[in-house]
């Protein structure tokens, strides 16, 4: 009995490392698919509730309606990107900012989402796209993080320090994490990408970047 359950915990968890990758995947699409829907099943408002929901239009959203949906907002969201490369279309987008950012309270949030959104997507800036290491969460110890820019203003006069705004993120959940201020000289650039960066938070550290792969590989055995 013993040599028994021995040999069905190893192909237990031989199963479970084959199982697992592709179940955390299958589960990851579906609740993006999930999340996101709950935003693009909006547009069907002009389809009958009975067609789109089940029972009569009582339950929830048939599966193949939601992705109609997210196709009809894709769609919706290239038409935008190709407008805004033309006059026309700029000119309508420049008002309806000016005419977000003239609601109160909105604005706020409208005002700092596109703030953001800029730092993210601009070409010329370095948010996001430097890996470093500091020393975290005290010194001799280092922590993974990324570059969100330099920091200027109240936080440089006071410290007499060119300072660089690192995130550090969490480990499995990159989106949660600390922002540091660092003063530029104490900061480790590294060689990996930002997406090296990210697999090895998630993986807990067990996936190393490319580049290091290669560099093993690449040395002679001895």
């Known amino acids: 009995m013993r040599e028994t359950f021995a040999h069905w915990k190893s192909d237990f968890f031989t199963g479970l490392a084959v199982v697992l990758p592709a179940g955390i995947s299958i589960a990851a699409v579906m609740w993006l698919f999930g999340t996101v829907a709950n935003f693009t099943d909006r547009l069907l408002f002009f389809v009958p509730r009975g067609w789109t929901h089940a029972r009569g239009g009582e339950g929830v959203v048939h599966w193949y309606w939601s992705a109609l949906a997210l196709l009809v907002a894709m769609v919706l969201i290239g038409l935008v990107g190709w407008a805004a490369r033309h006059y026309l279309g700029r000119r309508m987008i420049r008002l309806a900012d000016v005419a977000l950012m003239r609601v109160p309270l909105l604005n706020k949030i409208y005002g700092t989402v596109r703030q953001i959104n800029g730092a993210l997507t601009s070409e010329e800036t370095t948010s996001f796209k430097q890996v470093v290491l500091v020393e975290s969460p005290r010194a001799g110890l280092y922590s993974l993080g990324f570059i969100t820019?330099?920091?200027?203003?109240?936080?440089?006069?006071?410290?007499?320090?060119?300072?660089?705004?690192?995130?550090?993120?969490?480990?499995?959940?990159?989106?949660?994490?600390?922002?540091?201020?660092?003063?530029?000289?104490?900061?480790?650039?590294?060689?990996?990408?930002?997406?090296?960066?990210?697999?090895?938070?998630?993986?807990?550290?067990?996936?190393?970047?490319?580049?290091?792969?290669?560099?093993?590989?690449s040395q002679p055995t001895r």
């Open 149 to 217: 820019g330099a920091t200027q203003g109240e936080v440089e006069a006071k410290t007499g320090k060119r300072v660089i705004g690192v995130f550090v993120p969490t480990t499995p959940n990159p989106t949660n994490g600390f922002v540091y201020q660092v003063p530029e000289e104490e900061i480790v650039r590294l060689d990996m990408s930002v997406a090296d960066g990210v697999k090895f938070i998630i993986s807990l550290g067990s996936v190393p970047p490319a580049r290091m792969m290669q560099s093993w590989r």
